[in-house]
């Protein structure tokens, strides 16, 4: 004997709704992931937050270039301030940007890109971006990291 599950037009409707939206956020995130090309921010390395200025990369921190149109970025939070606050690349430059802290927990936002990535001391954390269009990318810290918190800025340059 077979009964048939009665449900409550409201009910149903409700559930209805439910699977639309789970639908339309699962549709949002491959659009994204796919079409508009963002992207997890990675840990490339791990370092020593206390030597990590003393050899390497971080040394001497700044804009490499690898290949022709491809660089990498390689910058030091520290306590209120980003090494090098400065950076300048050609228009249709890819950067990899390489970014770690000596000290407490930072944010690095590039502003008008995907660029948005966590700063831990003792790791390095990494994102890529291609700049097409010439013009300034402010980045700042997004992690309140103390009473100079507000200093911590810089500026990307794209130049044609």
């Known amino acids: 004997m077979s009964e048939k599950l009665h449900i409550d037009k409201y009910e149903k409707n409700w559930m209805l709704i439910s699977i639309t939206i789970l ?3 699962a549709v949002a ?7 508009l090309g963002f992207q997890l921010p990675g840990v490339s390395d791990r370092v020593d937050p206390r030597t990590v ?5 971080f040394a001497d921190p700044g804009l490499r270039e690898v290949s022709p149109g491809h660089y990498e970025a390689y910058i030091v939070a520290r306590a209120w301030s980003f090494v090098p606050r400065e950076i300048e690349v050609p228009v249709g430059s890819t950067v990899t940007f390489y970014i770690t802290s000596t000290d407490v927990q930072h944010g690095f936002k590039l502003q008008n890109t995907n660029v948005n990535v966590m700063v831990v001391p ?6 890529s971006h291609t700049f097409d269009d010439s013009g300034s ?7 309140y990291c103390g009473s100079g918190h507000a200093a911590m800025f810089g500026t990307l340059t794209v130049v044609p």
């Open 23 to 25: 639908i339309v956020f």
């Open 29 to 35: 995130v491959l659009v994204a992931g796919f079409a």
């Open 53 to 57: 200025s003393q050899a390497g990369p």
């Open 122 to 127: 003792g790791q390095v954390s990494t994102l």
């Open 137 to 143: 990318y402010d980045f700042v810290c997004t992690e």
